[in-house]
Every structure is written in structure tokens, then in C-alpha cells.
């Protein structure tokens, strides 16, 4: 046997019982005791679902008020996963997203009125005596669509770094379990995107038939990203160290719905001819279907239909013109504020500053107090001159002032009145809308066909 020397001994006596009396210390203070594992869960309380393009919503409501398109009504088909990845990859993404075009459809509100397609509901209600057609809405135009494209996995890049140094100390004790110390530091990460794409199209509800220019594809891609980080201390034989690690999913079923969304702003502002664009930035560019048919409406207007239309505009702005048809001094300050390049005196208003007036209307409360105002005003008009002997009637309940004070739609009327104009400006005016003898101003309304000019 070999001979233990009274020093060493009494050494290696003194390590361990340091050992056993901190490893309790440490353990305490450290919580790591495998008996008290725990975990605590955050608590959150419910709340509303707001998305980037909630208020746009809204405000694409707000717009066909102002803008006057008329009402428009519109149904969606069930819309679903065409790609079939909802269920090969454990509903990674949604399998049926018709209840959130129901919810996006609703909450556009204004002009826009949304009827549910539900013929198990509709029939169920009349075995039962609950219900039956009449009175029910009939839809104007139906979208369809779906997801088209869900394309998993189409870039992966991981990186990583890993440090180490260790160093040897000489002249420590025999009983030392080991004379090196060191350190050690890496990281590792790894990030991969998918895109997913949805189609949608419209159809006029009576015929069947696609509405042309109608559609919208739109793309967004969706990321993912893992990192881990290591930080190792050896001391001289133990070794200490931290570890940690996280893992970010951007949601996919949140990409659905922002795709479902900004594809209706896109759709329904594209129908009603209207400049959706603002409503989804800055960096937005015009959409050149809407563009388009803003010029075939000036090109097919008389000179008289022009300035009718814009003095309306102008009067929506804020400037205080007169709906005459005629490009009256007014009128023409007016323009002059909206643009100072216009050359007082021309005669005519160019197709450009025509379309700066229409897609620069604002849409906030105030311009849908004086649109409705004006509707009220060319509504009173427009009876005056169909029965001059008869009482005035009130306006319908969709064109009527709303002001509390009398005063001041009397303000309003005095700056905003129809006055007696040339036959041709007088026409156009005011049109007759369909049933009831509803009359509405020179709205753009709903997106016409070439065999409806």
C-alpha cells in the first residue's frame, strides 16, 4: 500500500469538507433543487383583435359614404385551403377562413352591406315557420377565392459561433483535481420564411359572370427563427455554465387574416371606384383600374357634368361653392386654393386637376356632415322642380341632414343650393337612383362595363 502523507491528507480533508458544506449553500441559494421544480404561467385577459388594417376598414366605410357610391351589396362563397397543406400540416394554416371574410365584409359598414351565404340556415328557418323570403336582400355581387399558395420551407440559412481558450496554472497542490481553467462561448441560429398567397374574384350576382379587372392576388411571406446561446467556466476541474434557448413563429393564421383583409379594402374599393390606396400608406401606389375609369368618366361627361361634379367635390373639400354647373367666379377661387397652378379664366378643367379633386376628398366626419347636407339639398331641389306646386317632401332617411340646429342647415343650404342652370348641367345634376324616386348627386358609384357606357 502506499504511504498518505499527514499533509496532503489533512488537505484533501479540508476540500471536501468545504465541498459539503457550501454544495447545500449553493444549492439553496441557486433553487435548483430537482424537488422544488416549478413553473409559472403569464396571465392575460381577453381583448379585441386589432390588426393593422382595423381602422382602414372602417375608414373604406366612411369613404363610400363621402364619395356617395350607393349602397352596394355583397355576398361571399365559402372560402377555403385549395392548396390542401391545412391538413397535411396539422392546420398550420387554417382550413376554412369564411368566417373571417364574414367579419371583414361587416366591418366595413357605410355603403357596403354584407349578406351571408348560410342556404342550411335560410331553410332550416322556414321548415320551422320562422322565416321566409320576403324582404330578405338580394346580393349585387358575390366574391369567391381562397388560398392558392402555401409554399413552406422556401429559404433556410443557420449561422453559428463558437469560442473556447483554456490555461494551465502550475504549482497548485497535488490534491487540486486539475491545474486548467478556461472558457468557453457559442451560439447557433437558424431562420427559415414561407409565402402565402390568396385569390379572389367577383361576380355579378344576376348573371353569374366574373366582373372584369375584378380580382386580387395577393402575397405575404411569413419567417420563423430559432437561436441558442452557451456560456461554459471550468475552474480547475468543475465546470460551470448557462444555457438558453427561444424559438419565434410569425403567426400564420394572423398572415391569413391580414391577407383576407387588405385583399376587401383592395376588392370592394376597386368596385366602388374609389381611392382605397390612401388607406393602406403612404408608399401606396394608385391602382390603375380605378385610374383608368376616372378618366373614361371625365371623357364621357359634358362640359357641364364636370364642373356640376367637382363644384360638389369642391363643397365636400370645405370651399364654399355652389352646385350651378357653371364655372362660376366661386367656383373658380375654389380652384385656385386646390390648386394653385389653375389658370383662372381657361374655361375648361383638365382631366388631371378633375381627378386630384375626386381621389383628394376627405372622408372624415366633417366631409360626411357636408355630403350629406349636399344630398339633402339637391334631393329638396330636385322635388321642387319635378312637382313646383306640391309641398316639400323630406329627404330619404340615407340622404337626410342630421344637425340638431336649424340654423345651421340653413347655413348650409344657402351656400350649397342647386341653382337654376343650363339644361344640360341641370340633367346631370341630379339622377333619378331606381325604386322610390331616390335621387342622388353625381356619385361614381359601382365600376361599369364597357356595354353599360
Same mark, same amino acid.
Given at each position: 500500500?502506499?504511504?498518505?502523507?499527514?499533509?496532503?491528507?489533512?488537505?484533501?480533508?479540508?476540500?471536501?469538507?468545504?465541498?459539503?458544506?457550501?454544495?447545500?449553500?449553493?444549492?439553496?441559494?441557486?433553487?435548483?433543487? $430537482?424537488?422544488?421544480?416549478?413553473?409559472?404561467?403569464?396571465?392575460?385577459?381577453?381583448?379585441?383583435?386589432?390588426?393593422?388594417? *382595423?381602422?382602414?376598414?372602417?375608414?373604406?366605410?366612411?369613404?363610400?359614404?363621402? =364619395?356617395?357610391?350607393?349602397?352596394?351589396?355583397?355576398?361571399?362563397?365559402?372560402?377555403?385551403?385549395?392548396?390542401?397543406?391545412?391538413?397535411?400540416?396539422?392546420?398550420?394554416?387554417?382550413?376554412?377562413?369564411?368566417?373571417?371574410?364574414?367579419?371583414?365584409?361587416?366591418?366595413?359598414?357605410?355603403?357596403?352591406?354584407?349578406?351571408?351565404?348560410?342556404?342550411?340556415?335560410?331553410?332550416?328557418?322556414?321548415?320551422?315557420?320562422?322565416?321566409? =323570403?320576403?324582404?330578405?336582400?338580394?346580393? %349585387?355581387?358575390?366574391?369567391?377565392?381562397?388560398?392558392?399558395?402555401?409554399?413552406?420551407?422556401?429559404?433556410?440559412?443557420?449561422?453559428?459561433? %463558437?469560442? #473556447?481558450?483554456?490555461?494551465?496554472?502550475?504549482?497548485?497542490?497535488?490534491?487540486?483535481?486539475?491545474?486548467?481553467?478556461?472558457?468557453?462561448?457559442?451560439?447557433?441560429?437558424?431562420?427559415?420564411?414561407?409565402?402565402?398567397?390568396?385569390?379572389?374574384?367577383?361576380?355579378? =350576382?344576376?348573371?353569374?359572370?366574373?366582373?372584369?379587372?375584378?380580382?386580387?392576388?395577393?402575397?405575404?411571406?411569413?419567417?420563423?427563427?430559432?437561436?441558442?446561446?452557451?456560456? #461554459?467556466? *471550468?475552474?480547475?476541474?468543475?465546470?460551470?455554465?448557462?444555457?438558453?434557448?427561444?424559438?419565434?413563429?410569425? #403567426?400564420?393564421?394572423?398572415?391569413?387574416?391580414?391577407?383576407?383583409?387588405?385583399?376587401?379594402?383592395?376588392?370592394?374599393?376597386?368596385?366602388?371606384?374609389?381611392?382605397?390606396?390612401?388607406?393602406?400608406? %403612404?408608399?401606396?401606389?394608385?391602382?390603375?383600374?380605378?385610374?383608368?375609369?376616372?378618366?373614361?368618366?371625365?371623357?364621357?361627361?359634358?362640359?357641364?357634368?364636370?364642373?356640376?361634379?367637382?363644384?360638389?367635390?369642391? =363643397?365636400?373639400?370645405?370651399?364654399?361653392?355652389?352646385?350651378?354647373?357653371?364655372?362660376?367666379?366661386?367656383?373658380?377661387?375654389?380652384?385656385?386654393?386646390?390648386?394653385?397652378?389653375?389658370?383662372?379664366?381657361?374655361?375648361?378643367?383638365?382631366?388631371?386637376?378633375?381627378?386630384?379633386?375626386?381621389?383628394?376628398?376627405?372622408?372624415?366626419?366633417?366631409?360626411?356632415?357636408?355630403?350629406?347636407?349636399?344630398?339633402?339639398?339637391?334631393?329638396?331641389?330636385?322635388?321642387?322642380?319635378?312637382?313646383?306646386?306640391?309641398?316639400?317632401?323630406?329627404?330619404?332617411?340615407?340622404?337626410?341632414?342630421?344637425?340638431?340646429?336649424?340654423?345651421?342647415?340653413?347655413?348650409?343650404?344657402?351656400?350649397?343650393?342647386?341653382?337654376?342652370? $343650363?339644361?344640360?348641367?341641370?340633367?346631370? *345634376?341630379?339622377?333619378?337612383?331606381?325604386?322610390?324616386?331616390?335621387?342622388?348627386?353625381?356619385?361614381?358609384?359601382?365600376?361599369?362595363?364597357?356595354?353599360?357606357?
Amino acid at each position: 500500500m502506499g504511504i498518505i502523507r499527514a499533509g496532503a491528507l489533512s488537505g484533501r480533508f479540508k476540500w471536501l469538507t468545504t465541498a459539503a458544506v457550501l454544495a447545500p449553500l449553493v444549492i439553496s441559494c441557486a433553487g435548483v433543487d $430537482p424537488r422544488d421544480v416549478d413553473v409559472e404561467l403569464e396571465q392575460s385577459a381577453p381583448e379585441v383583435k386589432i390588426t393593422s388594417y *382595423t381602422e382602414a376598414l372602417a375608414d373604406l366605410g366612411s369613404m363610400s359614404k363621402v =364619395f356617395d357610391t350607393g349602397a352596394v351589396k355583397i355576398q361571399s362563397a365559402d372560402i377555403a385551403d385549395n392548396t390542401g397543406t391545412a391538413m397535411t400540416t396539422g392546420g398550420e394554416i387554417q382550413r376554412n377562413i369564411t368566417e373571417i371574410m364574414k367579419s371583414t365584409l361587416n366591418s366595413i359598414g357605410g355603403n357596403v352591406v354584407f349578406i351571408e351565404y348560410d342556404p342550411g340556415f335560410i331553410q332550416n328557418q322556414m321548415v320551422t315557420g320562422y322565416s321566409n =323570403f320576403d324582404g330578405k336582400l338580394i346580393p %349585387d355581387v358575390v366574391i369567391t377565392g381562397g388560398i392558392t399558395e402555401f409554399d413552406r420551407g422556401l429559404e433556410t440559412r443557420g449561422d453559428g459561433v %463558437d469560442v #473556447g481558450a483554456q490555461a494551465t496554472v502550475s504549482g497548485l497542490k497535488s490534491w487540486v483535481p486539475s491545474n486548467e481553467i478556461g472558457v468557453n462561448y457559442g451560439s447557433a441560429g437558424k431562420a427559415g420564411k414561407a409565402r402565402i398567397t390568396l385569390d379572389f374574384n367577383m361576380k355579378d =350576382f344576376t348573371t353569374l359572370a366574373g366582373i372584369a379587372k375584378m380580382t386580387t392576388t395577393n402575397s405575404m411571406e411569413v419567417h420563423k427563427a430559432t437561436s441558442q446561446k452557451e456560456l #461554459g467556466v *471550468t475552474i480547475f476541474g468543475p465546470t460551470f455554465g448557462l444555457k438558453g434557448s427561444i424559438k419565434k413563429v410569425q #403567426g400564420r393564421h394572423e398572415a391569413v387574416r391580414l391577407l383576407v383583409q387588405a385583399s376587401m379594402i383592395q376588392m370592394v374599393g376597386k368596385y366602388l371606384n374609389i381611392p382605397y390606396w390612401r388607406l393602406l400608406g %403612404d408608399d401606396t401606389m394608385p391602382d390603375p383600374v380605378v385610374m383608368d375609369s376616372i378618366a373614361t368618366i371625365y371623357y364621357s361627361m359634358g362640359p357641364g357634368e364636370r364642373v356640376a361634379a367637382i363644384q360638389q367635390w369642391l =363643397f365636400v373639400h370645405g370651399y364654399d361653392v355652389r352646385v350651378t354647373g357653371v364655372l362660376d367666379p366661386q367656383t373658380e377661387a375654389a380652384l385656385v386654393k386646390f390648386a394653385p397652378d389653375y389658370q383662372v379664366g381657361s374655361g375648361e378643367i383638365g382631366e388631371g386637376l378633375f381627378t386630384d379633386i375626386y381621389i383628394n376628398m376627405p372622408y372624415d366626419a366633417a366631409a360626411a356632415g357636408r355630403r350629406a347636407a349636399l344630398n339633402n339639398i339637391l334631393y329638396q331641389q330636385a322635388v321642387a322642380q319635378a312637382e313646383p306646386a306640391a309641398a316639400p317632401q323630406a329627404a330619404p332617411e340615407s340622404t337626410a341632414v342630421s344637425y340638431e340646429e336649424p340654423a345651421v342647415v340653413e347655413q348650409v343650404a344657402a351656400t350649397a343650393r342647386v341653382e337654376t342652370a $343650363p339644361q344640360e348641367a341641370t340633367s346631370s *345634376t341630379v339622377k333619378p337612383a331606381g325604386k322610390g324616386n331616390t335621387l342622388k348627386s353625381t356619385g361614381f358609384g359601382r365600376m361599369l362595363d364597357d356595354s353599360e357606357w
